[in-house]
């Protein structure tokens, strides 16, 4: 029951940033790093009860691609597995934009065989395998998330800001390296390359545990799937999507089905002083 929650808890991610909930992210050592010679960053990831925080598990790496400013794939650097987060280093040889992001697939199944229950989880080349074609009763959730940051060498460039067409992505107009505080900013969310009209996303500032507060300021994207906000306070944020809204999912009463479909997105930002 409790490995159970976990997954529940993770696939609600970009969603369920709540006090209470174990939250993936990744954190750049800094987001525009300005260097004659040689520019690098240290990457972390894991999953913890509070925002940046080390105090959980770390997060897996599977699905990790580090993409440069030219649109080519790099390799991590000096990639350390720790008990409660991995991390890695990100080369920027080129001056330019970098996205580092982790995309991940899966299939949540629940069925009977014989009376008795069973669930499963994997990839879906995997499940006509591992799910038996007599199974009844079954239900079928198919989930997409998406974990990133984006870090700049330099001067900033667009060409990783383009979208994949798969899943919940960020196209940011202003470039998510250049956040200054009390500016103002355009992002624009897309599903499958399609605008994400009304879509609601929070961003989420680091430090919590200083706080004793969430700090959560929640914005809805317009029927192109934009919107221009006012940067908030300087400090490292997450912003946290998820399709199907949570409320929507419980709208027509009673007890929510699980979606067939359920796509989320968690991407780290950095707001600079003004």
Do not use: C
């Amino acid at each position: 029951m409790r490995i159970q929650k976990t997954v529940i808890a993770l696939a609600l991610a970009g969603a369920a940033f709540g006090a209470q909930a174990h939250k993936p992210w990744v954190l750049p050592s800094s987001t525009f790093v300005e260097n004659d010679r040689e520019a690098w960053v240290t990457v972390d990831a894991a999953i913890s009860e509070g925002l940046f925080d080390i105090d959980h598990v770390p997060l897996k790496l599977d699905g990790l691609t580090i993409i440069g400013p030219d649109g080519a794939t790099l390799e991590p650097q000096n990639v350390a597995n720790g008990k409660l987060r991995n991390s890695f280093d990100v080369k920027m040889a080129k001056n330019g934009t970098y996205k580092i992001a982790l995309v991940n697939q899966n299939v949540f199944a629940s069925y009977k065989v014989n009376g008795e229950m069973k669930r499963w989880r994997g990839l879906e080349a995997s499940m006509a395998k591992e799910v038996p074609a007599n199974a009844e009763d079954l239900k079928v959730t198919r989930t997409s998330s998406r974990i990133e940051t984006f870090v700049t060498a330099n001067e900033p460039s667009d060409a990783v800001l383009k979208p994949t067409g798969s899943g919940l992505e960020l196209v940011p107009v202003t470039n998510p390296t250049e956040l200054r505080a009390g500016e103002k900013a355009t992002w624009r969310f897309l599903l499958d390359g399609k605008p994400a009209a009304n879509l609601p996303f929070s961003l989420i500032p680091g430090g919590v545990r200083y706080r004793g507060t969430l700090n959560e300021v929640r914005f809805s994207t317009d029927a192109k799937g934009e919107i221009t906000f006012t940067i908030p306070a300087a400090g490292m944020y997450v912003a946290t999507a998820s399709w199907p809204a949570p409320q929507a999912q419980g709208a027509q009463g009673g007890q929510a089905q699980p979606p067939a479909r359920r796509v989320t997105y968690s991407g780290t930002v950095e707001v600079l002083p003004e």
